[in-house]
């Protein structure tokens, strides 16, 4: 079942998505060569703590830290490590945090240091394809309007899209209905409305798109061992459009 957040509820999913907006923003600032991943869940744990948030990835099935800190190949929610990261490395920071009751979500893609051209490519072309997801965001459009439009753009610079990982609704639950896929075709699925928040998160490969289990047993890779990008935003369904929740000025 979808749930409809009130006004009220989306005020307070604002105040959270600002801090989580900021936390992430402190978190870039730290990401170079020679630097742990669990490092830098231990520096999202306490940012956490300061503003007053929990995690909501920590515990939740049973997942052991706050953060998701996944390398290269690694797809999404790689558990971070003593893994140092290197010159020419690109890491996907996937983070959710609960603030007065409700959750918001969102993940970035970085280079470590100087990287090649394709890998940059891929990370402009994720971040790209989440701000034309986003502008499918609108009452009376279709969630499948959302898959599609950013399919078609990805697939147009000649990389792939995750099937078996999607999108989610988010509010008291950090995962609710409904499912938000990054493939699809227009007018299929449920029908977009005021009050629906969603997390549109694109998740894009250099080669094939099929993934397997990492060996933490949490993460996702690509079955190819190919490169793999990620971008989310926590976005409200306002009356005449979108609202992105998770960055400081809360429009694009």
Not at 88 to 99: A, F, T
Not at 131 to 136: D, H, L, Q, Y
Not at 178 to 201: D, S, Y
């Amino acid at each position: 079942m979808i749930l409809i957040k009130t006004p009220k509820e989306i005020e307070i999913m604002v105040g959270g998505g600002k801090i989580l907006a900021r936390i992430m923003k402190k978190l870039e600032k730290e990401i170079k060569p020679g630097i742990t991943t669990k490092e830098l869940d231990r520096l999202v744990e306490s940012l956490i703590f300061k503003f007053g948030a929990n995690c909501s990835f920590k515990g939740y099935e049973g997942y052991p830290t706050c953060l998701c800190a996944s390398i290269n190949d690694e797809i999404v929610h790689a558990v971070p490590s003593e893994r140092i990261l290197k010159e020419g490395d690109i890491i996907s920071l996937d983070l959710g945090i609960k603030w007065k009751g409700f959750h918001t979500d969102m993940a970035v893609t970085l280079p470590v240091g100087k990287i090649n051209p394709q890998a940059q490519k891929l990370i402009e072309v994720t971040k790209k394809s989440l701000e034309i997801g986003i502008k499918e965001v609108k009452p009376g459009n279709y969630l499948g309007d959302i898959g599609y439009a950013i399919q078609k753009y990805v697939e147009s610079q000649g990389f792939g899209v995750v099937r078996e990982l999607c999108g989610h609704g988010i509010g008291k639950n950090i995962h609710e209905d409904p499912e938000v896929l990054n493939f699809g075709e227009r007018k299929t699925g449920a029908k977009i409305q005021e009050g629906m928040v969603l997390c549109l998160e694109p998740m894009v490969t250099v080669g094939d798109w099929r993934i397997k289990k990492s060996d933490d047993g949490f993460g996702y890779k690509t079955k190819d061992n190919s490169l793999s990008a990620h971008f989310e935003h926590t976005i409200a369904v306002t009356g005449n459009g979108f609202q992105i929740l998770t960055n400081s000025i809360g429009m694009i």
